[in-house]
């Protein structure tokens, strides 16, 4: 029997943790809605909403009193963290000499396309933020310029610029070719092999659910998530009714596995690869709001599961 004691400091930080979402965590959806006007991406605002929630839960700690109004602050912090991106990137010499791109469209084909088709990418920083509290929010002035750590004159000034700015159509986008191990993939998944699933991936591959766990190395994966999703983990109370099924699915300029529970979509995943072998899967099981938002745009019929439980992050 064990003799150890728990870890006092590690018990405070999660009891901390969860008080902490008993306020924040219902203004989540909200927070991911605002990081996704300002990113124009579904994977930039879910990186981005993760990062807000945690520097928010550190930067409490530090204040004499708690916000006034906890969404205001929230969405202080995001504009923040995303202002300071966006000057990072700028202040930093590209590895070719040239300007780099705006660090939250950088990654992602489609978002550099869509932004150029939007208002709110045509928009200075603060002008995108401005209108993006004010029209899509509600905020007052005092509010937005608060949020923005600016004055409402400023506020008044940007709404006025970005309002005037003009819309133009979003371009068509041609679907990427698919690399052969990604059918392979889909092929071992829906087999249930994990051998062969196993086999695609590199030694060092991980497997990460966003703000909630990574697994890391082939070995750890197949033991972990590849198995509990294909057999299910009766012992912690997952019990599989049907098998699942995984689907190949071509959205925003790259390839998605799209895991089936029944007749619903219960899980996006996004991939990377090295030569032909899978580097990185990014499971959004646990992200409700990007799941909804890509499947939606995918129209397939989805099931989301919440955040993951408190005493886990």
Same mark, same amino acid.
């Given at each position: 029997?064990?003799?150890?004691?728990?870890?006092?400091?590690?018990?405070?930080? %999660?009891?901390?943790?969860?008080?902490?979402?008993?306020?924040?965590?219902?203004?989540?959806?909200?927070?991911?809605?605002? *990081?996704?006007?300002?990113?124009?991406?579904?994977?930039?605002?879910?990186?981005?909403? $993760? +990062?807000?929630?945690?520097?928010?839960?550190?930067?409490?700690? @530090?204040?004499?009193?708690?916000?006034?109004?906890?969404?205001?602050?929230?969405?202080?912090?995001?504009?923040?963290?995303?202002?300071?991106?966006?000057? $990072?990137?700028?202040?930093?010499?590209?590895?070719?000499?040239?300007?780099?791109?705006?660090?939250?469209?950088?990654?992602?084909? &489609?978002?550099?396309?869509?932004?150029?088709? !939007?208002? @709110?990418? $045509?928009?200075?920083?603060?002008?995108?933020?401005? =209108?993006?509290?004010?029209?899509?929010?509600?905020?007052?002035?005092?509010?937005?310029?608060?949020?923005?750590?600016?004055?409402?004159?400023?506020?008044? !000034?940007?709404?006025? &610029?970005?309002? !005037?700015?003009?819309?133009?159509?979003?371009?068509?986008?041609?679907?990427?070719?698919?690399?052969? =191990?990604?059918?392979?993939? *889909?092929?071992?998944?829906?087999?249930?092999?994990?051998?062969?699933?196993?086999?695609?991936?590199?030694?060092?591959?991980?497997?990460?659910?966003?703000?909630? %766990?990574?697994?890391?190395?082939?070995?750890?994966?197949?033991?972990?998530?590849?198995?509990?999703?294909?057999?299910? *983990?009766?012992?912690?109370?997952?019990?599989?009714?049907?098998?699942?099924?995984? +689907?190949?699915?071509?959205? &925003?300029?790259?390839?998605?596995?799209?895991?089936?529970?029944?007749?619903? =979509?219960?899980?996006?995943?996004?991939?990377?690869?090295?030569?032909?072998?899978?580097?990185?899967?990014?499971?959004?099981?646990?992200?409700?709001? =990007?799941? !909804?938002?890509? *499947?939606?745009?995918?129209?397939?019929?989805?099931?989301?599961?919440?955040?993951?439980?408190?005493?886990?992050?």
């Amino acid at each position: 029997m064990s003799t150890e004691s728990p870890d006092p400091l590690g018990a405070a930080v %999660k009891a901390s943790w969860r008080r902490f979402l008993d306020t924040y965590e219902p203004l989540r959806p909200d927070l991911y809605r605002y *990081c996704r006007q300002l990113t124009r991406s579904p994977w930039d605002a879910e990186d981005m909403a $993760q +990062e807000t929630m945690a520097r928010a839960f550190a930067s409490l700690a @530090l204040m004499a009193e708690p916000p006034r109004s906890p969404r205001a602050w929230l969405f202080r912090v995001a504009s923040n963290l995303w202002l300071n991106q966006l000057r $990072q990137a700028r202040e930093a010499p590209a590895p070719d000499g040239g300007e780099f791109a705006d660090p939250v469209t950088r990654a992602e084909p &489609r978002a550099a396309r869509e932004a150029a088709g !939007t208002l @709110l990418s $045509q928009l200075a920083p603060q002008e995108r933020a401005a =209108v993006v509290l004010k029209d899509a929010f509600g905020f007052s002035l005092e509010e937005t310029a608060e949020a923005l750590s600016t004055t409402t004159g400023a506020i008044k !000034t940007a709404l006025h &610029r970005g309002r !005037t700015k003009l819309v133009t159509p979003e371009p068509a986008e041609p679907a990427p070719v698919a690399p052969a =191990v990604l059918n392979a993939f *889909c092929d071992a998944f829906n087999a249930r092999d994990l051998d062969r699933l196993t086999a695609l991936l590199l030694d060092s591959a991980t497997l990460e659910y966003p703000g909630f %766990k990574i697994e890391s190395g082939a070995q750890a994966v197949r033991d972990g998530s590849f198995k509990g999703t294909l057999f299910g *983990c009766p012992e912690g109370g997952y019990v599989l009714v049907d098998p699942p099924r995984c +689907e190949l699915r071509a959205h &925003r300029g790259e390839w998605l596995f799209l895991w089936w529970s029944g007749d619903a =979509v219960h899980a996006v995943v996004r991939v990377e690869l090295e030569n032909d072998r899978i580097t990185r899967l990014r499971d959004y099981y646990h992200s409700p709001e =990007v799941l !909804t938002e890509v *499947c939606r745009e995918l129209d397939v019929p989805f099931r989301t599961h919440g955040y993951p439980p408190a005493a886990s992050h």
